[in-house]
Antibody, heavy 120, light 114 residues
Framework: EVQLLESGGGLVQPGGSLRLSCAAS????????MGWVRQAPGKGLEWVSA????????YYADSVKGRFTISRDNSKNTVYLQMNSLRAEDTAVYFC?????????????WGQGTLVTVSS | DIVMTQSPDSLAVSLGERATINCKSS????????????LAWYQQKPGQPPKLLIY???TRESGVPDRFSGSGSGTDFTLTISSLQAEDVAVYFC??????????FGPGTKVDIK
């Protein structure tokens, strides 16, 4: 059974940084692209970033480009989201999700999410 | 980026009745080379992550009840719940995964019991 466990969320001041981690189990990790989707309180889903199975291709939403960096360590079955220059509008639950295939595409498994709050 | 819209924002349906949700993309998500629509539907219940229901616009994910069905092509799509059950109360999102990311989501449609 595929399981995704996010960690690293918390309260951070505007302009600060945070690194989210997502540990995956129950799958051949390097075979699948992975991604992050966020949901602001009471709002809809926003696609944030994704990375191919090899890590060679990365993609970002315009709203986070230049501030967030996605990476993965296939030896640790973990994907990361480094978030810098955080803003109040980045406050959200961040979900880690597994892509259906090696290339970035739809997400078929999701973690429970980790809450990031950006506030002074 | 492709913009996704959904209608209605919310709807209330009696138990056992049909619920219909519409999704529209700002450009076609039909890939001519394989005749597949790059459109997925997700269900999100309160306090839970989204769950994949349908992909390729009309293919049900394994384990999804057959009362859920997807249809449409090009830019206009529909999710139908043929006989609403109490456990179907949720927010439903469409998502396009056509071409290159970002793979945008629709704003969501909330389904409640009347």
């Amino acid at each position: 059974e595929v399981q995704l466990l996010e960690s690293g969320g918390g309260l951070v001041q505007p302009g600060g940084s945070l690194r989210l981690s997502c540990a995956a189990s129950g799958l051949t990790f390097s075979t699948y692209a992975m991604g992050w989707v966020r949901q602001a309180p009471g709002k809809g889903l926003e696609w944030v970033s994704a990375i191919s199975g090899s890590g060679g291709n990365t993609y970002y939403a315009d709203s986070v480009k230049g501030r967030f960096t996605i990476s993965r360590d296939n030896s640790k079955n973990t994907v990361y989201l480094q978030m810098n220059s955080l803003r109040a509008e980045d406050t959200a639950v961040y979900f880690c999700a597994k892509s259906r295939w090696t290339t970035v595409t739809l997400f078929d498994y999701w973690g429970q999410g980790t809450l990031v709050t950006v506030s002074s | 980026d492709i913009v996704m819209t959904q209608s209605p924002d919310s709807l209330a349906v009696s138990l056992g009745e049909r619920a219909t949700i519409n999704c529209k993309s700002s450009q076609s998500v039909l890939y001519s080379s394989n005749n597949k629509n790059y459109l997925a539907w997700y269900q999100q219940k309160p306090g839970q992550p989204p769950k994949l229901l349908i992909y390729w616009a009309s293919t049900r994910e394994s384990g999804v009840p057959d009362r859920f069905s997807g249809s449409g092509s090009g830019t206009d799509f529909t999710l139908t719940i043929s006989s609403l059950q109490a456990e179907d109360v949720a927010v439903y999102f469409c998502q396009q995964y056509y071409s290159t990311p970002p793979f945008t989501f629709g704003p969501g449609t909330k389904v409640d019991i009347k």
